[in-house]
Structure formats: C-alpha cells, structure tokens
C-alpha cells in the first residue's frame, strides 16, 4: 500500500453490549486522554447505548443487572453467540430460560431475551454500515465480563469489510490465559493487550502506525505466524497522578444521540478513579477474590490530584447536567486518605455523593469522617457475620466488628452495600445457626442485598490453590458450553466462572433454605421500621427505646455506672478494660469484675448488645445527628 492509499492515523475505541447504560467506560475513558496528550487522534463509540436504545433500556439494564452474578446466566453472551457462531452452537437452549429468575419479571423473561437475541445480528449490520470504519488503522474493543462475544462478532465483521485494519482487543476479559487463548481462537483479532494498557496500548499504537515489531512491548498478545506470543506482563503506572483525567464527552454526546435518559434519570454515578490494586489483597487476599487479576499491586493518587480531579468532574460534566453522586470505581479505600483527602473534599463541599469500596474494619470516627466528606455508600465487603467463616475467606475482620460498622453507618447516615456470601470449604452448621440467631438482634441495622453461595473465578486463591483448599474437579460452568464451540482445553482458559466439587471433609452444610429465610426476614424487618435507638435524658440517665420484633422490654432506663458502660461499649470493648475504666471513672464505688460481667450478660440476654467472646459491644443506634443519604 502507498503512503497516499494507507489508512490514516486514527484510532478508533468500542464499548459494546452488555456494558451498562449508565455510566461511561472510565479505561477506554482515559485512553482516549493518553492518546490526545501524544497528539494521536482517537474517538469512542459506545455502541452498548445504540443497542440499548434498540432492545429497550428497562431489558438492557436488567441483562447487566445479572452481569458476572454467578457464572450461571451469561445472557449477555448468549444474546450474540448466534450471531458469532450461527450453527456450530447447539440448536436448543437445553432449559437455559427456564429458571424463576426468567419467569418473575417482564423485561427479564424468557420470550423478552429469546427477542433481544434476534436483535443482534440486524445491530451488528447497521453497526457495519452506518460507522466509516475506514477512517480508522487501529480499531480497539474493551471486553469486561459480558462484552467478548459481541466485541468479536463486530470485529470479524469489520476485519472482512476492511481487512487492512488493525483489530486489537483489551479488559478485563483478556487477562492472562483468556487473552492468549482469544488471540489463539479468533484470528481476525490482531493484538490483545492483556491487563492494564495504559503504558502497553500507546505503544502498540505507535508502533503499528510505524510498521514497526510490537514484540518488545510488555503485556501485548501478538502473532508470529499461526502462534499466538505473549510478550509477558504489562509494565504498570506506578505513579497515578502522571494519567490525566478520563475523557467522556463522547459518551455525553452518544447518550443524547441515542434519546436515552440522562444520567441524573438513570440513577447512575459518573465513575471516578482515586486507585488500584488492592493493598489488603498484596498482604492476604481474600480466598474468593478473582477481582485485580495479575495487578493486585496497589498505587493511589494524591490527595490533592483527587480532590482537583472531582472539582473538575463537577464543573465540566456533573452540575451542567444535574448528576449527584460519584462511583469511585476503587477495589480499596486508601487508609490514609482520612488524613490526606477527606479534609479537602470536606472543605470544597461539592453537592456531590460519594461512592467508595472499603474494608470492613473502619472505626467509628472514621465513619463519621467518611459522612462528613460526602462518602454516602461504602461497600465494605462485610460478606458474613461468623468469624469462623471470615477466617475461611481471609478477610481479617471479625463478625463483632462487621456488626459495629453496620450499626456506625446506621448512626452516622452511610449507607452500607453488602451482601452475604456462603458454601466456603470447612464452614460448620454451627457457623450459620449463629448467624441466623444474630440477625434477629441485628434486624434495626442496615440489611444484606442478599446471599448467595460464592463462584470460584479465575485470579482466586481457591482457583489458583484448588486442591489445598479442598476444592476438586474444577471446570468452566455449564453455560459456557452454550457460548464457545471449542475445545475443553480451549474453554479452561476463557472462562473466567467455574464449577467445582467439594472434597467430603470440607463439604459446607445444606441450610440455603432456612438462611436465605432468615435474610428475607432482616430485610421485611428493617423495611418494616425496626429500631432500636440510644436517647441521652441529661448527662447520667440514657434511654434505650426497642422497636425490633419481640423485644421484651421496649424501653430500659439506664444510669450511674450502668449508663457508663454502655456507653463505654459504643465501640467493642474487652471486659478487662470495661473494668479498669469504671474504677478510674468511679474512684469512690467498689467495682468488681463479677459485677460487669453480669450486667454486661443482661444487655446481651435481652438482645441491647451482642459478644465475642470476651468482648462487648452496644447495639442501640444513637439518635442520628447526620440525615440518610
């Protein structure tokens, strides 16, 4: 091809379905930023809006609801195998429709999905026809959970059409052995750029522009004649602040484009990024976690590169379009953020909510600090009230403080999402009798989501040490037989879900049923208005009001060194130090441990506190000095 014929230098980044609706993509996001700052040309079509506009939002958005759930209904994928595969996928769908989940909800039903699929190849054709796909060398898909069959079916389309192109693929989806395996599967994919991009993906582009060997770039996926070549892990951006900020007025565009609702109408936040990796998971990461793959390495930006960035959020896109809350889309909360960020976000005070993953073991003042920096939700990664079972997962936490952090966001007015997660190797019945028996105690406190039993995936110590940890015979889930006409040892590697069996010893006792309705009755419960408040009458008196189901004594009066202890208890405290603090508090009463103890088994007798082992805490929720968010 001659230099008047070739292809100009202009690169072109796809967000196709399943990816929701109501947020931008903050990695194809920033990209596009890297790129303009070297000078290189680069647009984003997020083609999952067109085809959400197509299929009907209300469908769309509950398809992603399920998005990565279990690793049993992949319907995102599904909704575009046909269109990929055609008739190397078995003709019936085997009963795959048929679970409750399809059959309770209108825009989730079975008849709904079977007409979102014959919706695909049509998108795809005008997909094809209406982009001018030849104004573009590299044209680059992000694939996250259920974005690679559709990712691949329009990339074989456009790599017929325009053979010239370069196609590369990137995401979470093509970590490790899934990116080596879809580069190896799917020929019209060039390039995978296998974990994060932001230094291996401007290279690659530079180098394709250059006709120059891609070879030497770590963490890129290329190919060598019929041999698929990893060229090994990416470099990583150590120092966060040197990105600069995502771009998203494409996406701004597109939603208008596409008459789909504004993000204020969606209910969704614009996403933000103060970190990566997971410092907890470099120490002890969580049994089940498949999540930071090969990049668990964490790094954060500043405090002040975060507090400008969320000022400029603000300015250029949040107010102008009426957009209330911030989805930082972290792992991990920063520890010493609370010195270095929270003061700054609490000094700007935009009328902004805030969004934050968190580790559970957060104190009571630092709950206070996270309400008065804007931090309305957390998802602290509570996942179980037994510490038993929180051993099993490493989450080095204990079910006490998981209950203290519940009953802090109940005070302070941050909302906790969590939800519980069970079926781990070596649990006991006696692990969820506890629970179940706890959450009647609880049942003024915010509330799990829900439970479900965990998935092994990928990039998990239980996948990664399956054997060690009692788990046998693991392989991909059934659906992805549905998905991917290849062979077993093909579909290992790009599955990301996988079944497994249980080694007898470790086998965990069958109590879903009853659990899952002690969960239903927490959430009827709180729904329903149960309290159980803390009220200060003067400085020595409190009055402990109990509004939760089958309270025997609605309210209690405590005062003198009674009221004092249970004070002192707002935060879990160990008996020997309840004792020593009341005799310092109360010089001239005699104050014997045999005393303590028993009031202290009172309050846990009528359900005002709960224990472990020897220490105590109090379970009545101050009257709140913040509102809910």
């Known amino acids: 091809m001659t230099a008047a014929t070739s292809p100009p230098g202009k690169v072109l980044l796809i967000a196709m379905p399943f990816y929701s609706v109501k947020r931008p993509a903050p990695g194809i996001s920033t990209l596009k930023a890297i790129l303009a700052r070297e000078g290189i040309r680069c647009d984003i079509r997020y083609l999952n809006l067109r085809f959400a506009a197509l299929a009907g939002i209300d469908t769309y958005e509950k398809i992603c609801d399920y998005l990565g759930d279990d690793g049993d209904t992949l319907i995102g994928e599904w909704c575009f195998a046909r269109a990929l595969f055609g008739r190397l996928l078995p003709d019936r769908d085997d009963g795959l429709l048929d679970s409750e989940r399809f059959r309770n909800e209108p825009e989730y039903s079975a008849e709904r999905l079977r007409a979102v699929r014959e919706l695909a190849v049509p998108f795809l054709d005008a997909c094809l026809d209406d982009i001018p796909w030849q104004e573009y060398r590299i044209i680059a898909f992000t694939s996250v959970f259920e974005q690679n069959l559709a990712s691949l079916a329009l990339a074989r389309r456009i790599k017929e059409r325009h053979p010239g192109v370069a196609i590369v693929f990137g995401g979470a989806n093509c970590d490790g052995a899934m990116g080596v395996e879809l580069h190896r599967q799917f020929p019209w994919v060039d390039y995978v750029c296998s974990g994060e991009a932001d230094l291996s993906f401007p290279a690659l582009v530079r180098s394709i522009f250059a006709g120059a060997e891609v070879g030497e770039i770590p963490g890129i996926v290329w190919r060598d004649g019929d041999r698929s070549v990893a060229s090994g892990p990416p470099q990583l951006v150590e120092d966060l602040d040197t990105l600069p900020p995502p771009d998203y007025d494409d996406w701004f565009a597109q939603l208008r484009q596409w008459r789909l609702p504004t993000l204020a109408n969606l209910g969704g936040g614009l996403p933000m990024e103060s970190s990566r990796g997971c410092w907890w998971g470099e120490k002890s990461k969580c049994t089940f976690c498949g999540l930071n793959a090969e990049t668990i390495h964490y790094r954060r930006k500043s405090p002040g590169r975060v507090a400008a960035e969320l000022r400029d959020l603000y300015g250029q896109h949040m107010k102008p379009h009426g957009i209330g809350q911030v989805t930082m889309v972290d792992s991990i909360f920063s520890m010493d953020y609370f010195e270095g960020l929270l003061p700054k976000l609490r000094e700007m005070a935009l009328p902004v909510g805030i969004f934050y993953e968190t580790k559970a073991n957060l104190s009571r003042e630092q709950v206070r600090e996270l309400r008065r920096a804007g931090v309305l939700w957390i998802q602290p990664g509570i996942e ?12 080095g936490v204990t079910a006490l403080r998981n209950i203290q952090l519940l009953r802090d966001c109940a005070e302070f007015g941050v909302h906790p999402i969590w939800n519980f997660l069970t079926g781990f190797p070596g649990e006991r019945e006696e692990d969820y009798q506890r629970m179940m028996a706890l959450m009647e105690r609880v049942s003024h406190l915010p509330p799990p989501s829900g439970f479900s039993r965990f998935c092994l995936q990928r990039f998990s110590p239980y996948f990664d040490e399956a054997e060690r ?9 059934p659906f992805y037989r549905h998905l991917y006409p290849v062979d077993d040892g093909a579909l290992a590697n790009i599955a990301y879900f996988f079944d497994f069996d249980y ?13 899952s309705a002690a969960v239903t009755r927490w959430q009827e419960v709180h729904a329903a208005g149960a309290f159980l408040t803390a009220e200060a009458l003067g400085r020595d008196t409190l009055r402990l009001i109990d509004g939760r189901p089958g309270a025997t004594h609605r309210r209690v009066t ?7 202890l249970y004070g002192a208890c707002s935060v879990i405290r160990p008996i020997a130090d309840l004792v020593g603090l009341m005799r310092e508090r109360f010089p001239g009463v005699a104050i014997r441990e ?5 009031f202290l088994e009172d309050m846990v007798n009528l359900g005002l506190m709960a224990r472990e082992e020897e220490r105590y805490l109090s379970l009545a929720v101050p009257r709140q000095t913040l509102p809910p968010p």
């Open 384 to 395: 179980s009230l037994s510490t038993p079972v929180l051993k099993l997962m490493r989450k």
């Open 469 to 477: 940890h009692g788990i046998l015979n693991v392989r991909p889930k």
């Open 503 to 515: 080694r007898p010893d470790v086998a965990p006792p069958d109590l879903d049923k009853p659990f």
């Open 558 to 564: 405590l005062a003198g060194p009674q009221r004092e």
């Open 594 to 598: 045999r005393d303590v103890r028993e």
